[in-house]
């Protein structure tokens, strides 16, 4: 069984940081280009990073460029997301994704975690 599990949202204050961490399981991680997407309220799902699986190239939406990292623990079967310097902007749900391919134009995920809540507010 496939599965992904987000941890590490909550509220925090603009300028603050927070690692959201996707745990999986039922597959071998290397084996996958990993993504990050996210929700705002009333918006649609954006991507945010993604990793992916054959040279490990990364890619990030313009928006959080230098302030959020993408990394990949393949011995704990973890992807990571590091957010700094969030702003409100950044405020949804986030979510991960496994699949075939990503790239900074589109992707192809086919198993996806439920999420994370992220909100920033002062």
């Known amino acids: 069984q496939v599965q992904l599990a987000e941890s590490g949202g909550g509220l925090v204050q603009p300028g603050g940081s927070l690692r959201l961490s996707c745990a999986a399981s039922?597959?071998?991680?290397?084996?996958?280009?990993i993504g990050w997407f996210r929700q705002a309220p009333g918006q649609e799902r954006e991507g945010v990073s993604c990793t992916t699986k054959n040279d490990g190239s990364i890619y990030y939406a313009d928006s959080v460029k230098g302030r959020f990292t993408i990394s990949r623990d393949n011995a704990k079967k973890t992807v990571y997301l590091q957010m700094n310097s969030l702003e409100h902007e950044d405020t949804g749900v986030y979510y991960c994704a496994a699949g075939e391919w990503c790239s900074a134009t589109g992707y192809s995920m086919d198993n996806w975690g439920k999420g994370t809540l992220v909100t920033v507010s002062s």
């Open positions: 039922g597959f071998i991680l290397d084996a996958y280009s």
